[in-house]
């Protein structure tokens, strides 16, 4: 793989995790983010700094982990935004998840400014796009796919191919939203049910995982409630935003979806009641409160 | 293992399939049921006739299998029930889906008689079940337990322990169903946001089942919607009678439960839509009529 000058824009826990992979491929990685302690945490990894004032390099690669479209926008068209700075024939990678509509309205700007745009969001986890490990559900023309081919080698364990057109990567990563959001709450009602029954979470957790009853995420997230442990790995408050854009985008359509929208509920009320920043299984503790339940490692 | 006088009692899928695998297992195996056409089947199985009025061996095992509690109390204590003509040490193992406090009375009403109780609901739908490959959410005493054996090990591929307390079992079958329920339910209502978003059904399915969104469930019911599908292997009509029995006990335990109350809510319709034979990932058809989405396999 050649060598190419890269780029990532938003350096949370995603976007580092992806710049980092991006280094270890051997590629030139510039960071910006508004925080600048992201920033120098990137550079003392081994990249460089993006800061718009600073970048002076043929960057043909741009990856946009920002929070949401708002921000997507921002950077990619506002006051010194990436379009403008970008050499010709450039790839933009768009990982924000954000709803396909406005997917395909940046991959049409972006290529009349003569540059490629790969609707490209992404799923796995901050460990995994650390590894390199990412899954990718991408749209995009032939030419942006080609342009995008050294990224996603270096970030994704697996690229789903999804089709020449923007917004279908987005399409996707909402159907995986919706169901990822739903299994969560659907985990916390379940873990508050067992404790009201007297159940030993400990043992639940064992017998549905190999029952009827799992789901990827009851595997992934009740052990962190079984052991009382809310270190953020996803964050609560990621679901208001996720869930939000799918209840939107279905109503845009004119279908209801009642068991998205229970969901995203419970999620703004655990935000609401302080657990934003926590891991999103602290979606328990909004049942536990109700239920006056005791869940492991409370007082 | 030696040879045992088993009955059964309720031939529905589940029944069926149980009383077979008894048979294979060598032992003699009764079976009663309010449908003759049913008795018939077991009978031209190599089954005998359990009927009251024709029963006169010594029978040491009883498995329920009946629809809900009102039909187990029926057949345990109604006139001719099967608790008065049981030997003395037989062992009735209850694997009809019921709340905890019903089967804690039933196991208190069946000990005070004199016999055993194991409190043991099943999960693996009705062609595991006439393998000898169910899942069983087991509690009772270890007398109950050391009754059952036999019949255990020829049912069931899984047996979880779950303590000497019967309610326990159907405590976690509970927790089991609020969980496959409404995990077939965000299937549905995934399956047709993927349609209104024009994503190709079968792309999707692939890609989910690779993904964080994925479930038990979503892997088993989705590939039926995308075949068109509908044959009941397990049918809607299932649904409101055992996610009603989980909001009912979550109600009495003062715990709110809005997953469940949607999923609740969704199979309903479905049923009251003329849908509740069908196999249950027919609950998608509701989302597809109200969000005006044509299926794969529809006109």
Request: hydrophobic residues 50%; aromatic residues 4%; charged residues 20%.
């Amino acid at each position: 793989m050649s060598h190419r000058v890269m780029a990532v824009a938003g350096l949370g826990s995603m976007g580092h995790g992806i710049a980092l992979s991006l280094l270890s491929a051997g590629h030139t990685v510039y960071g910006a983010d508004v925080n600048r302690d992201r920033v120098s945490r990137l550079v003392a990894a081994g990249g460089r700094d993006g800061t718009a004032t600073v970048v002076s390099a043929d960057i043909d690669t741009l990856v946009v982990v920002v929070l949401n479209a708002a921000q997507v926008e921002a950077v990619l068209f506002g006051a010194q935004g990436w379009v403008s700075r970008l050499k010709p024939g450039a790839v933009i990678i768009g990982s924000t998840t954000v709803a396909p509509d406005f997917a395909r309205r940046m991959a049409d700007q972006v290529e009349g400014a003569g540059l490629h745009y790969l609707d490209a969001p992404i799923s796995g986890g901050a460990a995994r796009a650390a590894e390199g490990r990412l899954s990718v559900m991408a749209s995009g023309s032939p030419a942006a796919f080609a342009a995008a081919e050294p990224a996603l080698a270096a970030i994704a364990e697996t690229v789903h191919r999804l089709g020449d057109v923007a917004g279908t990567g987005s399409a996707m990563k909402a159907v995986n939203q919706l169901l990822a959001g739903v299994h969560i709450a659907a985990m916390g009602e379940a873990l508050a049910f067992a404790v009201s029954q007297g159940l030993e979470l400990g043992r639940v957790v064992k017998v549905i995982s190999g029952s009827a009853g799992t789901s990827w995420m009851f595997e992934n997230r009740a052990p962190h409630v079984v052991d009382g442990d809310y270190a953020p790995r996803s964050a609560v408050g990621i679901w208001p935003k996720d869930l939000g854009i799918v209840a939107e985008i279905a109503a845009r359509a004119g279908l209801p979806v009642p068991m998205t929208e229970t969901a995203l509920a419970r999620f703004r009320a655990a935000a609401e009641a302080g657990f934003g920043a926590e891991d999103d299984a602290a979606v328990t503790k909004i049942y536990a409160r109700e239920g006056r339940l005791k869940l492991p490692g409370e007082p």
